[in-house]
């Protein structure tokens, strides 16, 4: 593998958000939305950014502000919006990053692509909580194209065990918090995010 190719970012803001009960992607943080905070983090180790979203989500106002890369499969979770980045641009690698993750820093993600494998398919931080792969901010190289869709041909969609299952290379995280997400109301309240509305 080569660290030469291009490093695009893809922002992850396809999901449909149901145990949060609004859109993740909309949350307000300090009058801007976390979609934009996420890809504004992404531009800052990337050369081209894309936010990944869902056929019936491309007019949304805040997404339709970034390039986007539309989901090319139904039922796959955030593998769909990594798949179809990769089918549209083959000969990059890929930062991926899920829009809910409000601790996010740019030294976190500097370290990430600093310390991108050359010989592993895949580059993730282990979780501060159980030490397994960090799927939705890692790096998935071109040549990993094939990996994910032979996990998909067997019936795997989850991108944790994909890692998991994979010659992934784990880094400690430089700080702890920066992949929590917020999935609930509950994760939204000790938040630095505020719904909107």
Known sequence: MSRKRPLFGLVLAGGRSRRMGQDKA???????????????AVASVTELQFVSTRADQQEDAERSRYAQIVDRYDDLGPVAGVLSAMDEYPEVDWLVVACDLPNLDEATLTELVDS?????????????????????????????????????????????????????????????????NVNTPDDLAGSVLKANG
């Open 26 to 40: 909309l949350l307000d943080r300090d009058g801007q939305s976390q979609l934009a905070f996420a890809m504004s």
């Open 116 to 180: 991108r494998a050359e010989d592993a398919p895949f580059t993730a931080y282990r979780s501060s909580y159980d030490e397994l792969p960090e799927p939705l901010c890692a790096i998935y190289p071109a040549e990993s194209h094939a990996i994910l869709r032979g996990f998909v041909d067997e019936g795997l969609k989850c991108p944790r065990k994909m890692l998991i299952r994979s010659e992934t290379q784990l880094l400690a995280q430089p700080n702890p918090a920066a992949l929590d």
